[in-house]
Every structure is written in C-alpha cells, then in structure tokens.
C-alpha cells in the first residue's frame, strides 16, 4: 500500500518486503546499462551491472514463488535465489551481502529501523568474510560504510523510510570517495561499479516501500540464454573424425610426421587438431571423406580408438531440445512455507531433485566440466578430455546454478572444474558447498591455461595430486588476448580509444593500436621472452588466411620454434595466443 506523504514506517511486513526487493529489482535493470559502463577497463566485459542485475532477478524471482507471511522466511528464499544465481564476481559478492542480510533477519515477522540496519551490517561482514582479499574502494566499502551510518541513526530514527534515505546518502558519499581509495578508478575518471549497484539497489528499495507502482515481475523476465545452437545448413563439413594412430617411430619421427600430417589435413576439413606424444598421434577433424581420412591414417601406422560422428544429426537433435525444453528455473524455488534461514538448509539439494536429473553417464575415475564459447574451441576442449562444456565466458558468465545443475547430473563423484575467465571462478568456487560430491577447482583464467591444464590429465591419479599436476602446468603458459575497445578510456597509461584494438597479456592491458595485425606484433614485442611454442586460435569473423598471414610477419620477426593455427571461432576475441 502507498505511504502517503509525510507518514512514518514503523515496520516492514511480508508484502512490503516483497514490493521493495521487486521495485529494487525493477530499478536495477533500468541502470544495468549505466553500470556495464562504469567498468574500468575497456575491454567487452563490462558486465558488473549485468551480472549483479541477473544475480538479482533470481533472487527475487525465489522471493516472488514464496507465499509466507514471515520476512524471516521471505528473506530466506531471497538469499537462495541468489546464491544459485549468484554470476560473475560482483553477482557472488551480492550473493554474499544478501545471505548476511537475511542471517540477520532470522526469526522476524517484520522489520523494524533497528533491524533493517542490523541486517545490513551484517551484509557488510559476510561479504567481506567472503573475499579472498577484500579491497577497498569497492562495492564493500561502500556497504561498509552505508551500513555503519544507517547503525548510527538506528538509535533514534524509527522511521524505515527516513532511514533508508540516510543510508543511501551514506552509500552515495562513499561511492563518490571510490577513486580516492583504486587508482585505476582515479586514472579511468569513474566510480566503482559495483557500488554504484549496491547504491541502486538501496534506491530501488526506497521506491518500493514508498509504493511507487511497476508493472514488473521478476518470474517473467528474461533470462539471459547461452548461445544458441547453428542451424544445421550451415554446417560445412558434416562429421566430426578423430582416431589414434599409432605409428613406427623407426620409420616415422613423430614432430615431422605431426607437422606433414597437420599440413595433409587442410585440403580435407576444418577443426583440425593433430596432437602427439610416444608412439600415439591423435588426429581431430571435420570432413565430409571420413572415409577417405582412415585410409590416410592406415598408411601412418595402427589406427584405433575410431569416433565419427555426424554433425548436422546432432545439431539438428539440439535445435529440437532447445525448442521443447526451455530450462525451468522454478525447480530450484523452495515453496515450503517452514523454510530456515540458515546457510546449511538455504542450500540443501534433495535426493529427489538428484534421481530425477538426467544423467550424464561418466567412464573414467575423475569428470572434467569447462566454459568455453566458440566451436573450435568447444571442440579442442573435448577432445582433451572435457566431458561436459557449460557455455559461457567473455561477458556470459554461467551461474552458480548452471554448474551445479551439471554436476548433480554427472554420474561421477569426483569433478574437476575449468572456469577459464577470472570473473567466472568465484561463482565456480560455491558448488563445493552445495554438493557432497568431491569438486577441485583449477582456476584457469584462460582457454590456453585450460589446454595446458588438460595436457596433463591423468584419472588414474589421486584427485589431490591431479589438481596440483595440473595447477603447475598452468604456470608455464602466457596468454595473449586481442579484443575491440568497447569505450574511450585511459588504463595503465594509455589513451585508449573506442573501437582500437587492445593487446592483452595474462589480463593486463599492454598495447592499443589501429590494426589488429599490428596489435599482435607490438604485443609479441612487449612480452615475448624465450617460449618456444607458440599458438594461435583465430575468432570468430576472421579467416585462417587471415591468420596465416600473421603467422608469417610472426616467423619473419621472432625466433620461435613453432607456430600452430586452430580455428577457435570465439567471439569478441579475434585472436587468443598462448605463449610457452
């Protein structure tokens, strides 16, 4: 109900929580945008603004399905929905700030002044217990400090709306102090982004208990898809070959036969990937002569271990999934009206949930689970072992949920998990506590560190000592990025402008040139030490002729023993090069 003006509200009661969390919801989404913005680095993964408001819309969406009359109980079903959804750094750390909102909340009906501002403390310091390194200048210290005035004025405010509106002028002066405290904050002329969510988030609030209308629910949003499958017409090559060859190491020497073989290949397919090691070559193709390509390796050596598959039949299976099954988010909605605000049963996962899940039948020791966006890359991944890819990455992060999901599907216990991108480990990092099955995370922060990872997968190991194996590969790899900026920013000295492209090396922002070509070479020039191999997996829009070409200035200019080519077919990234 509208509060007329000039009214004091004493307490909050199970309808107008639900009104204020959904208007808060409903104001997120409006100034999502404005927040992607905000992001300091110009690189397309300004989605801190984004990935708060889908983190957010779940929460409220779990609030939305619950039917109790308890604040207590609503609050519960908030933090669930958020912990499942949680996407993205600043998704996780909201996550976190909402669980220790409604830790506080356990056992009110309504909320009065006092108890809101308790709450938010307590938000305050269950999301700083939950980073790793907490820094400030950060959407922590503005809930930090927020929460300490609103503590303050509890004393002698009873008023919620009055309240509130101190807290948001605590929030929005903290806010505005951000640049003082990072200075890529200061250098980039912008406020931290994640405090200018939690900041809309409060004024969202506000609108709600105020009871300004929306015509909005967040059950019936839209959710953000993953990348939809390609029809099958465009499929050029339709099967999918790989085989092992062995060979005669007294006829063959396996780096020259490796190389022939990889140069054979180029007028049979795409997707090529020919890899080796003893006496085994393992050879990866799409082709339309599969046929023809067995007798190829016959004349090698022994050919075993034969998997054909036909390509526009499984994409045409997907297409017909995806049109039938569209993902039912409501399943993980807990409509017990008992339901306890405590972590252990906000998080608990039924027995009846896992037998009715599909299964994903496993054959070996240890599962492996990775993002990754692209075919080419989705498809080198497989090959190397990865026995399932969740779609994501560069401004799609996966949720929480969208792990769990697949490792409650899995019929093994023991799962290694690939995020590949910084901003995707943390939500990665949650399904530990949320399963008993036994999870390591390696926290690869890039395709070529989950290569090198992969390379050494051994299931007859330990998991321990696999995870270790593993994480020590990772360190012998460099890996190059070329993007597009997606703004006009200045970063690590530079003077970027939109539209330039940027050269990365592990993350950090080392060139910005006109020309991509370009953008490589200076890149290589910056960075490239004593490595030895060196490859590249071109994007999406661009041609292996392209590449070649680039290929060629590369071997002109820099002494590296070899250079591979695959088609990764990623977007936003033209090229990916790993440097070891």
């Known amino acids: 109900m509208p509060i007329n003006k000039g009214e004091k509200m004493k307490s909050i009661n199970a309808e107008q929580f639900k009104n204020m969390m959904s208007t808060s919801l409903y104001w997120l989404k409006e100034q999502k945008s404005f927040i992607d913005s905000l992001n300091v680095f110009p690189v397309p993964d300004g989605d801190t603004g984004t990935n708060m408001y889908l983190t957010f819309q779940e929460a409220v969406s779990n609030l939305e399905a619950n039917n109790s009359n308890s604040v207590s109980k609503l609050a519960a079903a908030l933090s669930k929905g958020a912990l499942m959804g949680a996407r993205g750094n600043s998704g996780v750390i909201l996550s976190q700030l909402i669980r220790g909102f409604a830790q506080a909340l356990k056992e009110k009906k309504t909320m009065n002044s006092k108890d809101f501002a308790l709450a938010l403390e307590k938000a305050s310091e269950v999301a700083y217990h939950g980073v790793l390194k907490p820094v400030e200048g950060t959407i922590l210290t503005v809930s930090r400090q927020a929460a300490e005035e609103a503590i303050k004025e509890a004393e002698s405010t009873q008023d919620i709306l009055e309240l509130l509106q101190i807290t948001i002028a605590a929030a929005a002066d903290s806010l505005a102090k951000t640049p003082e405290l990072l200075d ?54 339709t099967y999918c070959t790989q085989m092992l060859i062995k060979i005669n190491t007294r006829k063959f020497k396996l780096d020259r036969l490796i190389e022939k073989i990889r140069k054979d290949m180029q007028s049979y397919g795409d997707s090529i990937m020919v890899v080796g090691s003893d006496e085994i070559i393992k050879l990866h193709i799409h082709t339309n002569h599969p046929g023809v390509l067995l007798e190829y390796g016959l004349k090698k050596g022994q050919v075993f ?89 560069q401004s799609m992060n996966p949720s929480t949920n969208d792990f769990l999901e697949v490792v409650k599907k899995m019929n093994s216990d023991k ?166």
Not at 190 to 216: F, N, P, R, S
Not at 315 to 323: H, I
Not at 365 to 371: D, G, L, R, T, Y
Not at 481 to 505: D, F, M, P, R, W
């Open 415 to 580: 799962i290694i998990i690939l995020p590949n991108n910084k901003n995707i480990i943390s939500a990665a990092k949650q399904v530990s506590d949320l399963t008993d099955k036994n999870i390591e995370i390696i926290e690869t922060k890039s395709i070529p560190q989950a290569v090198a990872a992969l390379m050494s997968f051994n299931d007859q190991l330990e998991l321990d000592d696999l995870k270790a194996k593993m994480e020590a590969e990772i360190k012998h790899v460099k890996t190059l990025e070329i993007t597009q900026a997606v703004k006009n920013s200045k970063v690590n000295g530079l003077e970027i402008t939109e539209g330039h492209y940027l050269g990365l090396s592990d993350g950090k922002i080392i060139v910005s040139e006109q020309d991509k070509e370009k953008t490589v070479i200076e890149l290589l020039n910056e960075v490239a030490e004593a490595e030895e191999l060196v490859t590249i997996y071109y994007g999406e829009g661009i041609t292996e002729a392209e590449t070649r070409q680039i290929k060629t200035i590369m071997e002109e200019k820099f002494d590296f023993d070899e250079i591979e080519i695959y088609a990764g077919d990623q977007p936003l990234y033209p090229f990916i090069i790993s440097l070891e």
């Open 305 to 393: 271990d034969i998997k054909i598959d036909n390509m526009r039949k499984q994409n045409q299976e997907k297409v017909e999934r995806e049109n039938m099954q569209e993902f039912d988010h409501s399943q993980f909605h807990n409509k017990d009206n008992n339901l306890d605000a405590s972590l252990d049963s906000e998080t608990e996962v039924s027995k009846k949930d896992q037998n009715q899940a599909e299964k994903i039948e496993i054959d070996k020791k240890i599962a492996i689970i990775s993002v990754a966006n692209g075919n080419g890359i989705v498809n080198i991944l497989t090959e190397l072992g990865v026995d399932y890819i969740i779609e994501g990455g």
């Open 184 to 237: 890529a904050l200061k250098e980039a002329e912008v406020v931290d982004a994640g405090g200018q969510g939690y900041l809309t988030i409060l004024k969202g609030m506000l609108k709600g208990l105020k009871g300004e209308k929306i015509e909005y629910q967040a059950a019936k949003t839209e959710k953000k898809s993953a990348q939809k499958s390609k029809l099958a017409e465009n499929i050029k090559f």
